[in-house]
């Protein structure tokens, strides 16, 4: 019973972070309908950014998450702009092709400047586990759970007590609406987008301490991210937080009991069946044209 304690205990430690790096993947959805393929690899290059100011000068993961926020929020600001703002509202497989592009010239910029090899930041606490009871939780990996928290904690409070919250919400609900009432759809989506993208600020530091990453490790992220957001329903922050904890749970199961293998397998395995047997997801509502269908 231990063991399965223990697996279940460290799989909702690393399904927390995976809801941190769905969280902006699944409010970009739900506001502009743009599934982005490009988070994964956004994600990665808040990782080695996290790498250059700890390798160079010594910055703890935690510390450079402030100055990540802003640098991925401008970042997330300057992609909308240039790029996403020409292909939203068009057919679903130019928004898909757009953001692919997108991935592709991250991955070639990172290689570029850090190289195609292996990295990882080395902290004191890298090596450390904390112990309570029977079981332990490594103390960079609770870190980064209790980080997820934190962050996901002030997303809700800013999508549910603020204006701009609220015009999120709107938007996302019914464009016209929110046209008829004052809300600048176009700034609100642009500013959804960047909110989306500086929320890997910090799972970019996080998955830094915990594993090695490389500038070709972006498409095993997005599939994963993929899944949670599938599995929790396209567009729902708390299906998202929900299938985050669903697939940290299943890959730690599946390398327990089945092999170490299969984890990368999980992802695909979860899409297929939530397709074939919820297509909206676990909280997610469906579409009038799903409803047509």
Do not use: C
Not at 26 to 36: A, D, K, P, Q
Not at 80 to 106: C, D, E, N, P, W
Not at 134 to 163: E, M, S
């Amino acid at each position: 019973m231990i063991p399965l304690l223990q697996t279940l205990i460290l799989g909702l430690l690393i399904g927390a972070v995976y809801a941190l790096m769905a969280s902006g993947l699944t409010l970009i959805f739900g506001v502009m309908r743009v599934i982005n393929l490009a988070h994964g690899a956004l994600a990665i290059f808040a990782a080695f950014l996290t790498y250059t100011l700890w390798s160079s000068w010594g910055w703890d993961p935690l510390l450079a998450i402030p100055l990540l926020v802003v640098v991925m929020f401008g970042i997330g600001w300057l992609l909308y702009v240039t790029v996403i703002k020409r292909v939203r509202g068009q057919h679903v497989s130019m928004t898909v092709l757009a953001t692919f592009g997108i991935a592709l010239v991250l991955e070639g910029v990172m290689g570029f400047i850090w190289g195609n090899t292996s990295h990882s930041v080395r902290t004191p606490y890298t090596d450390t586990s904390v112990v309570f009871g029977p079981f332990y939780a490594p103390t960079a990996l609770l870190i980064a759970a209790g980080v997820a928290v934190v962050v996901l904690g002030v997303l809700a409070l800013v999508l549910n007590r603020t204006w701009l919250g609220r015009a999120i919400r709107a938007a996302s609900v019914n464009e016209n609406g929110a046209l008829l009432v004052g809300v600048s759809v176009a700034t609100v989506a642009a500013a959804t987008f960047a909110i989306g993208i500086a929320t890997l600020a910090a799972s970019g530091a996080m998955i830094s301490t915990i594993y090695p990453f490389l500038p070709g490790s972006h498409y095993q992220w997005i599939a994963r991210l993929l899944a949670i957001v599938v599995l929790g329903g396209l567009g729902s922050l708390p299906g998202a937080v929900v299938g985050a904890l669903v697939i940290g749970v299943t890959e730690l199961l599946a390398t327990a009991y089945i092999g170490a293998a299969w984890p990368i397998a999980v992802p695909f395995i979860i899409i297929f069946l939530v397709l074939l047997v919820r297509p909206q997801g676990l909280l997610g509502t469906r579409l009038r044209e799903d409803a047509v269908a």
